[in-house]
């Protein structure tokens, strides 16, 4: 059993950007995965994804892969009622289970808000 001492306490995620003036508005989220955790983010990217499915403010949303251990989400809102309704549902529920993040995350993840300026709404086909 590992002691609570060995383990980083969990800072929270790290919030950066403003609202600014109502429009479209995103988030940019970066997470880094705790060494030998990287599968565990994956997971729990799925899990948001699964929560954002039923979220009708919740528009583009895409996980990426940056490397082995980085990883970011971008998703995309018509508005800042809709970033909120986000923040208040279960993807946000995700990132407030503090103990999950501990186990898998190596620090906070810094979520940054911002403004969508253009868009290209579907596939060329």
Same mark, same amino acid.
């Given at each position: 059993? #590992?002691?609570?001492?060995?383990?980083?306490?969990?800072?929270?995620?790290?919030?950066?950007?403003?609202?600014?003036?109502?429009?479209?508005?995103?988030?940019? #989220? &970066?997470? /880094?995965?705790?060494?030998?955790?990287?599968? /565990?983010?994956?997971?729990? &990217?799925?899990?948001?994804?699964?929560?954002? /499915?039923?979220?009708?403010?919740?528009?583009?949303?895409? +996980?990426?892969?940056?490397?082995?251990? &980085?990883?970011?989400?971008? /998703?995309?809102?018509?508005? #800042?009622?809709?970033?909120?309704?986000?923040? +208040?549902?279960?993807?946000?529920? #995700?990132?407030?289970?503090?103990?999950?993040?501990?186990?898998?995350?190596? !620090?906070?993840?810094?979520?940054?808000?911002?403004?969508?300026?253009?868009?290209? !709404?579907?596939?060329?086909?």
């Amino acid at each position: 059993m #590992i002691d609570a001492h060995d383990e980083p306490r969990h800072r929270g995620v790290r919030v950066t950007g403003e609202d600014g003036c109502d429009g479209p508005k995103a988030f940019y #989220i &970066l997470i /880094e995965a705790r060494p030998g955790r990287e599968d /565990e983010v994956v997971e729990m &990217l799925r899990d948001i994804r699964a929560c954002v /499915e039923d979220e009708p403010a919740t528009g583009p949303w895409f +996980a990426v892969r940056h490397s082995q251990s &980085l990883f970011a989400i971008f /998703e995309a809102f018509p508005d #800042i009622a809709g970033r909120d309704a986000h923040v +208040a549902g279960g993807g946000g529920d #995700i990132f407030r289970d503090v103990e999950r993040m501990n186990r898998i995350l190596d !620090r906070p993840a810094h979520v940054q808000r911002v403004d969508v300026l253009s868009a290209k !709404r579907v596939f060329a086909g």
